[in-house]
Structures are given as C-alpha cells and as structure tokens.
Antibody, heavy 119, light 108 residues
Framework: EVQLVQSGAEVKKPGESLKISCKGS????????IGWVRQMPGKGLEWMGI????????RYSPSFQGQVTISADKSISTAYLQWSSLKASDTAVYYC????????????WGQGTLVTVSS | EIVMTQSPTTLSVSPGERATLSCRAS??????LAWYQQKPGQAPRLLIY???IRATGIPARFSGSGSGTEFTLTISSLQSEDSAVYYC??????????FGGGTKVEIK
C-alpha cells in the first residue's frame, strides 16, 4: 500500500528555522516526483515545488523560490520542506503529494503538517 | 505563468441535482488538467486526470470534460457526501503545476 506519512504539527516563533518531513512507503520512492502544497487557514491549495528523489532535480513555484528549500533523502524514502527564518505568514497546513499510478498528477497525499508561527 | 480561474466560488445544489463547475486556463493546457476534491480536515483526493479520466475508485457520477482553456467538472446527481471544495490543476508543463482557486459545493 502506497503511503506518505508526514511529521507532526509544529509551533514556532518568527525567525526560527524548521524542517518538516514526508516519508514514503509501498512504492519505489526514488522514481516518482514528490511535491509540496501549502494551504493557509481557510484558503485554497498552492503548489510550492517538487523534487525527483532519484537525482534531486528540484523545481519551485516562482511564489516560493528562495522562501523554502525542498530536499529528499532517497536512502530513507523521505522528502523535506524547510525554512531558514519563519514568518507569521508561513502559518498553514503543508501537504506532500506524489504521482505514483498517475504520474502527472498527485494521486497520493500525506495527511498534512500544521505549522503555526506565532510570537 | 498560466493562471487557472474557477467559477463559481460557491455552488449550492439540491441533493440529486446536477452540479457544474468551471475551470478556465489563461493559455491552452491541452488536456493536461486534473480535478481534486477536498473535504474539511482532509487531504485532497484526485478525481479526474487527463481532463476526463476518472481516477481509481471515483464514482461514475463525477465526469470531466473540456480541452484547451475551458474545462468542466460535472456531478450528475449530487449526494450529501459530495459537499466539498473542488480544485482544478494544470500540468501541461509537468512537473510545474498550478491550482485553481477552488469551488465550494454546498448541499442546498
């Protein structure tokens, strides 16, 4: 069974750093693109970026380029999303998602990680 | 950058009635369009890809149509469990993606 399991909720202060994770299982993690999607409170889905774990080829939405870093460790089937200096506006639920059966869409999603940034 | 615009923002439909959701692309995306359903507190779920192909396990009452810049998601006979927000997503330049703003479907 394909699963994407994300790390737990985080509460951080502005200016702090953070790295959240998404662990894949039940499929060849390195062979499928895995992306990150932001959902701010009460708002829609925003595509942030995507990585191919096999060679770490990474693409970013222009809106998120330079704001976050996406990485992956194929040896432990885990993708990451990190911030070097959080802002209150980073408060959101972050989803990882992958296209495994349908390789050009996201047919598998993580459960989401709530990140709260507040002083 | 291609912009995806969904309409209406909110749609209120009686059970058993048809719901028609629209998604418009600012440039042609051919048939490289997917639809997702998101219920409160849940991750999105893939409904349709390739503009009109139902994903595995998706009920036949959900159908997608269109190509180029105009797309439609139709729920032929709305059920109470279909209350959700629906998003379109273009992937014509995979792996670069864009979501639409979403349409909330309410049960009247």
């Amino acid at each position: 069974e394909v699963q994407l399991v994300q790390s737990g909720a985080e509460v951080k202060k502005p200016g702090e750093s953070l790295k959240i994770s998404c662990k894949g299982s039940g499929y060849s993690f390195a062979k499928y693109w895995i992306g990150w999607v932001r959902q701010m409170p009460g708002k829609g889905l925003e595509w942030m970026g995507i990585i191919y774990p096999g060679d770490s080829d990474t693409r970013y939405s222009p809106s998120f380029q330079g704001q976050v870093t996406i990485s992956a460790d194929k040896s432990i089937s885990t993708a990451y999303l990190q911030w070097s200096s959080l802002k209150a506006s980073d408060t959101a639920v972050y989803y990882c998602a992958s296209g495994v059966i349908i390789t050009t869409s996201f047919d598998y999603w993580g459960q989401g990680t709530l990140v709260t940034v507040s002083s | 950058e291609i912009v995806m615009t969904q309409s209406p923002t909110t749609l209120s439909v009686s059970p058993g009635e048809r719901a028609t959701l629209s998604c418009r692309a600012s440039q042609s995306v051919n048939s490289n369009l997917a639809w997702y359903q998101q219920k409160p507190g849940q991750a999105p779920r893939l409904l349709i890809y390739g503009a009109s192909i139902r994903a595995t396990g998706i009920p036949a009452r959900f159908s997608g149509s269109g190509s180029g810049t105009e797309f439609t998601l139709t729920i032929s006979s709305l059920q109470s469990e279909d209350s959700a927000v629906y998003y379109c997503q273009r992937y014509n330049n995979w792996p670069l993606l864009t979501f639409g703003g979403g349409t909330k479907v309410e049960i009247k």
